[in-house]
């Protein structure tokens, strides 16, 4: 019972990696877990750490984007009674009132891209030129936003027609705005340490006031397309900076997996776990330019 372990806080939600809880005052607790999935499985083990570089990441990325627009975090304070082990992994946020889309911005071809464009020519109705590659550099940002889907079921494409339905025209506009404003300081930033930034999503609330203000996690590895530059060759899926070593390894004959079938992944092996820490590192330190220590 987690009234146990945190008085008066209650469990509200679990995604594939993070867990939120409401406390006695009002705010949310977000506690990033160090859960990693891969072909649409949370596998085992953990990834030791990966919570708490994900959470300093996002820490970091909110500050570096304040002037765009304010962030929900209210403190790193571990609240009273909340387990040792959330340190450095848990974030007091201030509730919002959560907007129902996952807002998109994608600045080359890549993932659900891929087969939209291969099948329509647009992504969520944006039009793209004749000839692109998966990989391949669009002609500039796009918002491809798509709805909320609940654990266990894939989030579908939004048109701008759809948002401004779902949230009106006014809020469409400002939800555009925004999320190609963060993908673009984010794109700025990542080219300068030799990542590409293909895509990222970030999640959006309002404030009792109207204000929208940027919420969940934002410009990590788990809501972004990260891609070495170096090895960046469009004409086929790009090396992914942060699980490359898990999805080779779980592609390979060693692992003896069949992703299309119906049994669970294989735990990973130690060193396919140590190596993949290691990119979660790098990343933040390549990012930052700040040691992780
Ligand atoms: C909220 N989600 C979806 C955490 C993130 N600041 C907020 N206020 C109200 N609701 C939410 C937030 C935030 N962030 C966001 N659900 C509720 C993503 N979750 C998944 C679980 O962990």
Redesign the pocket.
């Known amino acids: 019972m987690t009234a146990v372990l945190v008085p008066g806080a209650t469990h ?4 594939k990696v ?3 809880y409401a406390l006695a005052d009002g705010r ?1 607790l ?1 506690v990033a877990s160090d859960r990693i999935s891969a072909y649409d499985h949370v596998l085992s083990p953990g990834i030791p750490d990966k919570g708490e570089v994900l959470t300093r990441l996002s820490l970091w990325w909110f500050e570096q984007l304040a002037d765009l627009l304010p962030h ?1 975090v209210v403190s790193t304070d571990l609240p009273p009674g909340a387990p040792a082990d959330w340190a450095g992994r848990a974030v007091v ?4 009132d ?1 907007v129902p889309v996952e807002c998109v911005a994608r600045g080359y071809l890549a993932g659900s891209g891929v087969e939209a464009y291969a099948s329509t020519g647009e992504v969520c109705g944006v039009p793209l030129p004749p000839g692109l590659v998966e990989g391949a550099e669009l002609p500039g940002p796009v918002f491809t936003p798509t709805t909320k889907a609940s654990v266990g079921t894939h989030d579908q494409p939004m048109t701008y027609a759809d948002v401004e339905t779902a949230v009106g025209a006014e809020l469409a506009a400002e939800l555009r705005r925004l999320t190609l404003a963060v993908y673009e300081r984010g794109r700025a930033v990542a080219a300068d340490r030799g990542i590409v930034l293909a895509d990222t999503k970030v ?1 959006v ?1 309002r404030r009792p006031d109207g204000t929208l203000v940027l ?2 996690e934002v410009l990590t590895p788990d809501s972004s397309r990260f891609w070495p530059a170096d090895q960046w060759a469009p004409g086929g899926p790009q090396p992914s900076f942060d699980k490359q070593y898990v999805r080779d390894w779980l592609s390979s004959p060693d692992s003896g997996w069949d992703r299309r079938g119906d049994r669970p992944p294989p735990r990973l092996p130690d060193a396919v776990v140590a190596a993949t820490r290691a990119r979660y590192v790098e990343a933040y330190e390549r990012l930052t330019g700040q040691s992780f220590g």
């Open positions: 509200v939600q679990s995604g993070r867990d939120l949310l977000m929900h946020v201030e509730r919002l959560m999640e609330g919420a969940d």
